[in-house]
């Protein structure tokens, strides 16, 4: 099946940018997702990107989208201490009516 | 308000008891998920339904059983809990998963401690 892996974890100063990475191994998949957890909540959608996309850019989230590597990537520029949180990468597969979701890589931020 | 609604918010239950946990969702959304989310194991997927008297087992089903006689509701329950299964729960709710921007829709989790 569908397997989806980031890193664990990445460590910024407020104010640098944020790369947060991500590979998927269906190649047909058609939309692919960023979801943010903070502490204590679900997870939200942040942003999505459509396949036949190579970037997508929301204020300061830009999705990256490499499709014969497939990888998948989200900048988040001038990173504050409120984007502390954990970020999802999830890809759908059409076939199975689901989407698979990445363990998860937890963001700090530091003062 | 629409939206998606997990109940209780927190549940400690002792080993051997059964216990539901419940999920309503006001967007009419055709599927439902549930995971569970675990420190080190991300987000694994228990049971889905894709719409009513329709249910499909994920990654890790055993020890849970599912039932959806209403798009609306869909309820996971326990049977025998076990310390194992201490963790946090998350429904989730998706149109058209796979065809679409929207994604899923969670709810806010339900944490379930089992001594």
């Known amino acids: 099946g569908e397997d989806v892996e980031q890193s664990l974890f990445l460590s910024v100063r407020e104010g640098d940018s944020s790369v947060i990475n991500c590979t998927y191994t269906?190649?047909?998949?058609?939309?692919l997702y960023w979801y943010k957890q903070e502490p204590g909540a679900g997870l939200q959608l942040l942003t999505y990107?459509?396949?036949?996309?190579d970037m997508k850019q929301d204020q300061r989230l830009t999705v990256l989208l490499n499709k014969k590597d497939k990888h998948l990537s989200l900048r988040i520029a001038d990173t504050q201490t409120g984007d502390s949180a954990i970020y999802f990468c999830?890809?759908?597969?059409?076939?199975?009516?689901?989407?698979?979701f990445g363990d998860g890589t937890t963001l700090t931020v530091k003062p | 308000d629409a939206g998606i609604t997990q109940s209780p918010r927190y549940k400690i239950t002792e080993t051997g008891r059964q216990v539901t946990l419940m999920c309503h969702q006001t967007?009419?959304?055709?599927?439902m998920f549930w995971y569970r989310q675990d420190l080190g194991h991300g987000l694994r997927l228990i049971y889905y339904?894709?719409?009513?008297?329709?249910?499909d087992k994920g990654e890790v089903p055993d020890g849970y059983v599912v039932s959806r006689s209403k798009t609306e509701n869909f309820p996971l329950t326990l049977e025998s809990a076990t310390r194992s299964q201490t963790s946090v729960y998350f429904c989730?709710?998706?149109?058209?998963?796979?065809?679409?921007?929207?994604?899923?829709?969670f709810g806010s989790g339900t944490r379930l401690t089992v001594v």
């Open positions: 339904s894709a719409a009513a008297d329709i249910t």
């Open positions: 269906d190649s047909s998949s058609t939309y």
């Open positions: 999830a890809v759908d597969n059409t076939n199975a009516g689901k989407s698979t």
């Open positions: 990107i459509f396949s036949n996309m």
């Open positions: 967007w009419s959304h055709s599927y």
């Open positions: 989730a709710s998706s149109d058209r998963p796979g065809q679409g921007a929207d994604g899923y829709t």
